[in-house]
């Protein structure tokens, strides 16, 4: 039992495809975010070093126009949604996944294993079907692998105890970790960008302020200004504060429901237990996901 591990391999080859597509959109969603944003700043810089230049002023114009080019990619090809989407695939495969594995709703004992399994196959072909956007991105040579592993095979095997320690160190422990994990370092971020944003803000100030009293000096106001609006939009694109907040709120829930455990002693309570317990994990996600389509 202890070499038994539901990680990626383990798992069917949709949830490796759509992870990993979605982690390409929100690389490409992020990179695009980032070039667009350094080279608004880097234009605005352009246009203060050489006001009254010809070169200067098509340079710049150039930049924004490149800048107007990302915004418009971005928005005609919205990888941002292939990402969300691309993560609520791999959400829904993983948590059916223990589901079966662990004989929860709606994977419950039965006569035969097959029928089990034939509506286990059926459920992914069903979450497939409902995301067709990802089918130009899902990657064919993880899709080709069995949708029942052999270690998804074996862990149903077990008994009661097993699969319920298998299921507190695998799928509960690492999801608390995740998200204990994930709350510190988006906690440090937001921390990281409000000072880099109060620094750009009392700049500007500043600024203006040296302005007024030497208004012949010429200074670099409207580049800083650009650079206070780039830092606030990126904050809004990685939503740090929202993040740590929900993260944090999910690996207290989560810590919550591994003491539930305690009580597990038939099969139908790990049922009822994995049931509950898959259905808090999917929770944070999709309320995230819902604000990002408000």
């Not at 490796?16 to 992020?30: G, H």
């Not at 975010?33 to 006001?51: G, K």
């Not at 979450?127 to 592993?149: A, M, T």
Request: proline share 2%; hydrophobic share 45%.
């Amino acid at each position: 039992m202890n070499n038994l591990a539901l990680n990626r391999d383990a798992l069917p080859g949709l949830y490796q495809s759509a992870s990993q597509a979605s982690l390409e959109a929100q690389a490409l969603y992020f990179n695009g975010l980032r070039c667009y944003l350094l080279l608004l700043v880097t234009a605005a810089l352009v246009s203060f070093i050489w006001p009254r230049s010809t070169s200067g002023a098509l340079a710049s114009a150039s930049l924004f126009l490149i800048t107007l080019g990302i915004l418009i990619a971005l928005r005609v090809k919205r990888p941002d949604d292939l990402w969300y989407n691309g993560r609520a695939v791999a959400e829904s495969v993983k948590t059916r996944s223990w589901r079966w594995c662990m004989r929860a709703e709606p994977y419950e004992d039965c006569d035969s294993i097959e029928i089990v399994s034939k509506q286990f196959i059926g459920d992914l072909r069903a979450i497939l079907e409902q995301n067709r956007s990802l089918s130009e991105v899902l990657q064919s040579r993880e899709g080709i692998k069995d949708p029942i592993s052999e270690a998804m095979t074996k862990i149903r095997g077990l008994s009661v105890e097993e699969r319920l320690e298998i299921y507190k160190k695998q799928r509960i422990d690492n999801q608390a970790n995740w998200y204990s994990l994930k709350s510190l370092f988006n906690r440090r971020r937001a921390r990281q960008w409000f000072w880099v944003s109060v620094f750009l803000h009392g700049t500007a100030i500043g600024m203006l302020l040296y302005r007024i009293k030497n208004p012949g000096q010429g200074l670099p106001i409207e580049v800083v200004a650009t650079a206070a609006g780039a830092v606030l939009t990126w904050l809004q694109g990685k939503k740090h504060n929202e993040l740590n907040s929900s993260y944090a709120l999910a690996a207290h829930e989560i810590v919550l429901i591994k003491g539930e455990a305690l009580s597990v002693k038939s099969e139908k309570e790990l049922a009822e237990f994995v049931f509950n317990s898959e259905t808090a994990f999917s929770r944070e996600h999709t309320q995230w996901a819902a604000r990002k389509t408000e």
